[in-house]
C-alpha cells in the first residue's frame, strides 16, 4: 500500500514538474513568435542593428501629480523642450532640456561621454565633470519612451523574454511580453496584434509603484515607425505628455558632445553614498543618493526632519551614535510623495508625525499603519529640552508649495529645509530659482536668520550669504534680459 502512494505521489510531482517546464517553454517559444512579427514591424532585424545614432527633439507638458503647490488636483502643469541624442556604438548620450514656464528656470545638458562626461548649467555657466558616467543607466528613460529602441534592446535580449498573455487596449487585442533590459526592473510590453506596434508598456518601480508609457502616432523615419507622442502614466495618473518634433537617425553626433571652453567647471559629480554627519552636539545630517534627514537629540528623544526615501536606512546610521533615545516625533516638510514616503517608517517606528494641516489627509492616505498619530503646525511649534530650542515654522506660501515646514535652530543658527535651495557645492552659486527666491523672502518675512542651511536634498550645507547671492544673480540675470 506504502509503495502505491510513494509511486502516485513520484508520478503526481513529475506530472505538475513536466506541465511546468511544458509552461515555461510554451512562454518562451510564443515570446520569440511575437517579437520576430515585432522585428519585421519595426523595419527589419538589419535595420535594426544598424540604428546607431537617434537625435529627438520634443516638447513637453508635465503635469505634475502629486507635486503641484496643492495636495490635489488640477495639477500644476510646467513645460519645457529638449533635444536627446544617443550613439550606441561610442556609448554617447546627451540630453538638452529648458523650461518654458514662468515657475521654473533652469536650462541643462548633460553629456555622457566616457571621460569626458559633464553636467552643464547654462544659467550658473559651469559645468562639472561626471566622475563615474553610466551610459546605460542615463540613456534608460530615452529608450524606454522610444519604442524603436525598445523593439531595438527586446532583439538583443530576446533570452530574458517572456510571453504573458493576451490584453485589450483602446478596442484591439496585444500580444504582452515581458523582458529584462540591462538595467532597472523588468518591463511589459503590448503589441497591437494586427500591427505589431508598441502602443502600450508598463513596470513596477519601488516606491513610486505602476508606471505606464502609452505610444501615438507612428511615423516611418528611414524606414523604421517612430512614434510622435508619448505618455506617462503614475499609479494611472497622467504625469506627462511629449510630442516629438523631429526624429533623426545615424547622422554624427559630434557636435553635441562640444563643451564651450568658457563655463567654468565646477566640482565633479561623484557617488553619494549613504553617510551620517554631526553638524552639531547631537544634532545630525544624515543621507546619500540625493536624499538626507536631519536627527536633533532631546533630553529623552530624538525628532527626525524630513521624510524622503531611505528613511530606515537613516534611522539605523542614527541608532549607532545615539541607541538609547527613541525617534518621538518625525516632522515631514511638505505633501510632495517623495517627501511623504518615510511616514510608513516613521509609523513603524511609533513616531508620531509633524505635519502641516493641509497635508494631514495625503499622509494618512500614504501608509498602510492606520495608527499612525500626526499632529499639525498651523504656524509655529516649538519644542524645549534643556538649553536647546527647535522651533518647526511653516514658511509657506512658496513658488514650489502652500505649506512648507522648516526646522530651525535658533541658538546654533541651524535650519533644515527641503527643495528650496540645495547643491552638491557651493563653490559656484547658481542664480535663485522662482522656488529658491520666494524661500528667501519667506525667511526674512518669519525673521528667520539661519546660519547654515541644510537640504532634504544637498549633501553640504549652504550658508546666508549662499542664498543672498544666489538671489542678487537670479535680479541680474532679469535685469540684462
Given at each position: 500500500?506504502?509503495k ?6 513520484a508520478?503526481?510531482?513529475f506530472?505538475i514538474?513536466?506541465n511546468?517546464?511544458?509552461?515555461t517553454?510554451?512562454s ?7 517579437i520576430?512579427k515585432v ?9 535594426l542593428n544598424n ?5 529627438v527633439e520634443?516638447?513637453?507638458t ?12 488640477p495639477?500644476?502643469?510646467?513645460k ?9 556604438e561610442k556609448?554617447?548620450f546627451?540630453?538638452?532640456v529648458?523650461?518654458?514656464t514662468?515657475?521654473?528656470?533652469f536650462?541643462?545638458t548633460t553629456?555622457?561621454?566616457g571621460?569626458?562626461s ?10 562639472a565633470?561626471i566622475?563615474?558616467?553610466?551610459f ?12 524603436a529602441l ?11 523574454a ?9 478596442g ?17 510590453l503590448?503589441f497591437?496584434?494586427k500591427?505589431?506596434m508598441l502602443?502600450?508598456?508598463?513596470r513596477v518601480?519601488?516606491?513610486?509603484g505602476m508606471?505606464g508609457?502609452?505610444?501615438h502616432?507612428?511615423?516611418q523615419?528611414?524606414?523604421i ?14 504625469n ?10 545615424n547622422?554624427p553626433i ?7 571652453n568658457?563655463l ?8 553619494d553614498p549613504?553617510?551620517?554627519?554631526k553638524i552639531?552636539e ?13 536627527f536633533i537629540e ?11 526615501a531611505?528613511?530606515?536606512e537613516?534611522i539605523?546610521?542614527?541608532k ?7 525617534i518621538?516625533y518625525?516632522?515631514?516638510?511638505h ?5 511623504i ?7 513603524d ?17 500614504s501608509?498602510?499603519?492606520?495608527t ?20 518647526i515654522i511653516?514658511?509657506g ?12 535652530l ?5 535650519m533644515?529645509e527641503?527643495?528650496h535651495?540645495g547643491?552638491r557645492?557651493f ?7 522662482p ?7 519667506s525667511?526674512?518675512?518669519?525673521n528667520?536668520?539661519?546660519k547654515?542651511i ?6 553640504v550645507a549652504?550658508?546666508a ?9 537670479a535680479?541680474?540675470l532679469?535685469?540684462?534680459?
Amino acid at each position: 500500500m506504502k509503495k502505491q502512494f510513494y509511486t502516485l505521489m513520484a508520478m503526481l510531482v513529475f506530472n505538475i514538474t513536466a506541465n511546468s517546464q511544458n509552461l515555461t517553454q510554451q512562454s518562451v517559444d510564443k515570446a520569440g513568435t511575437v517579437i520576430d512579427k515585432v522585428i519585421e514591424a519595426y523595419g527589419g532585424s538589419d535595420k535594426l542593428n544598424n540604428l546607431n545614432t537617434v537625435s529627438v527633439e520634443f516638447e513637453t507638458t508635465n503635469y505634475a501629480v502629486n507635486q503641484s503647490r496643492k495636495p490635489g488636483p488640477p495639477w500644476d502643469e510646467n513645460k519645457t523642450k529638449g533635444l536627446t541624442v544617443i550613439d550606441f556604438e561610442k556609448q554617447q548620450f546627451i540630453a538638452k532640456v529648458e523650461s518654458l514656464t514662468a515657475t521654473q528656470e533652469f536650462k541643462n545638458t548633460t553629456i555622457i561621454n566616457g571621460d569626458n562626461s559633464q553636467q552643464i548649467d547654462y544659467r550658473a555657466q559651469t559645468t562639472a565633470p561626471i566622475a563615474e558616467p553610466d551610459f546605460m543607466n542615463t540613456a534608460g528613460p530615452f529608450i524606454r519612451v522610444t519604442p524603436a529602441l525598445l523593439v531595438k534592446q527586446l532583439m538583443q535580449r530576446a533570452h530574458t523574454a517572456h510571453y504573458l498573455g493576451q490584453s485589450e487596449v483602446d478596442g484591439s487585442m496585444h500580444d504582452v511580453i515581458s523582458f529584462v533590459m540591462e538595467v532597472g526592473p523588468s518591463i511589459s510590453l503590448y503589441f497591437d496584434q494586427k500591427s505589431h506596434m508598441l502602443n502600450k508598456s508598463e513596470r513596477v518601480v519601488g516606491a513610486f509603484g505602476m508606471v505606464g508609457y502609452r505610444f501615438h502616432d507612428y511615423q516611418q523615419v528611414d524606414g523604421i515607425p517612430f512614434n510622435q507622442r508619448f505618455e506617462l502614466f503614475v499609479n494611472g495618473q497622467n504625469n506627462m505628455l511629449r510630442n516629438n518634433k523631429k526624429t533623426i537617425l545615424n547622422l554624427p553626433i559630434a557636435a553635441h558632445t562640444t563643451v564651450n571652453n568658457k563655463l567654468t567647471i565646477a566640482a565633479p559629480i561623484e557617488p553619494d553614498p549613504l553617510s551620517r554627519q554631526k553638524i552639531s552636539e547631537g544634532v545630525y545630517h544624515i543621507g546619500g543618493n540625493g536624499t538626507y534627514a536631519m536627527f536633533i537629540e532631546m533630553d529623552d528623544h530624538v525628532v527626525a526632519v524630513g521624510g524622503t526615501a531611505g528613511i530606515p536606512e537613516r534611522i539605523a546610521l542614527l541608532k549607532e551614535v545615539v541607541p538609547n533615545k527613541p525617534i518621538k516625533y518625525g516632522v515631514l516638510t511638505h505633501h510632495h510623495n517623495d517627501h511623504i514616503v518615510g511616514a510608513q517608517a516613521y509609523a513603524d517606528e511609533g513616531t508620531v508625525v509633524i505635519a502641516a494641516a493641509a497635508h494631514e489627509k495625503v499622509i494618512s492616505d500614504s501608509t498602510e499603519n492606520k495608527t499612525l498619530k500626526i499632529e499639525t503646525v498651523k504656524t509655529r511649534r516649538k519644542f524645549n529640552s534643556g538649553d536647546r530650542e527647535l522651533q518647526i515654522i511653516d514658511i509657506g506660501p512658496t513658488e514650489h508649495t502652500e505649506h512648507l515646514l522648516i526646522a530651525y535652530l535658533p541658538k546654533e543658527g541651524i535650519m533644515f529645509e527641503a527643495d528650496h535651495f540645495g547643491a552638491r557645492s557651493f563653490e559656484h552659486i547658481a542664480p535663485a530659482s522662482p522656488a529658491a527666491r520666494s524661500f528667501a523672502k519667506s525667511l526674512k518675512r518669519n525673521n528667520i536668520k539661519a546660519k547654515s542651511i541644510f537640504s532634504a536634498h544637498s549633501p553640504v550645507a549652504a550658508s546666508a550669504d549662499n542664498l543672498k547671492t544666489a538671489v542678487e544673480k537670479a535680479k541680474n540675470l532679469t535685469n540684462k534680459s
